[in-house]
């Protein structure tokens, strides 16, 4: 009886973060990109890909910046994707503690703990690991933004609706890496 409700709770928690590969990220809606919209879950791929890369570079725990990539938006799968243009936003805080306990009933014991440890390491974006995670972040979402552009707008892109997703993110980086990285996915655009 026990093992069979490890089995339902796995199971519960696995199809609630299976929704993160099917919810669209609210951005690219709103700012009418062209054809299937990236999820949460696909670029939550790529920032464990960009995390893992900048992780390397500065000689941090690979294993640690990894995990703290994969978790990074998993409250979406409660709370969804909740941008800055959303009148949600200033109760953003209030709206993911919710989510947390929330994802906690589902979570499986042997995970909680080390789930909980790393969404609080990232809120409060101190250590190195999650630096590098969140810049991952924000460098996923500049690279999402030049496919876009070129899907939509085509070759020699200067300047397009898009651009202050570039703005936005040089305003996080901190990391010269991440820096150089996000000027080069620039520089593409005019090619």
């Keep these: 009886m026990e093992e069979t409700k490890k089995m339902e709770r796995l199971s519960d928690f696995l199809k609630?973060?299976?929704?993160?590969?099917l919810t669209a990220r609210k951005g690219w809606i709103t700012y009418d990109v062209p054809g299937t919209k990236e999820t949460i879950g696909s670029h939550s791929f790529g920032t464990v890909f960009i995390a893992w890369i900048l992780s390397k570079k500065k000689s941090l725990d690979t294993e640690k910046v990894i995990k703290l990539a994969i978790v990074h938006d998993i409250l979406e799968a409660i709370t969804g994707d909740i941008t800055i243009h959303d009148k949600e936003f200033e109760k953003k805080e209030t709206i993911e503690k919710e989510a947390l306990i929330e994802l906690n009933k589902k979570l499986p014991d042997e995970?909680?703990?080390e789930i909980n440890d790393l969404l609080q390491e990232l809120k409060e974006g101190k250590t190195e690991e999650s630096k590098?995670?969140?810049q991952a972040d924000k460098l996923d979402t500049a690279f999402q933004t030049y496919l876009y552009e070129k899907k939509k707008y085509g070759k020699d892109i200067e300047e397009s609706t898009l651009t202050r997703f570039f703005d936005w993110t040089d305003s996080f980086l901190k990391d010269e890496f991440a820096k150089e990285f996000l000027n080069y996915i620039r520089s593409l655009r005019g090619k």
């Design 16 to 21: 609630l973060i299976s929704s993160l590969k």
């Design 132 to 134: 590098v995670c969140l």
């Design 111 to 113: 995970l909680k703990n």
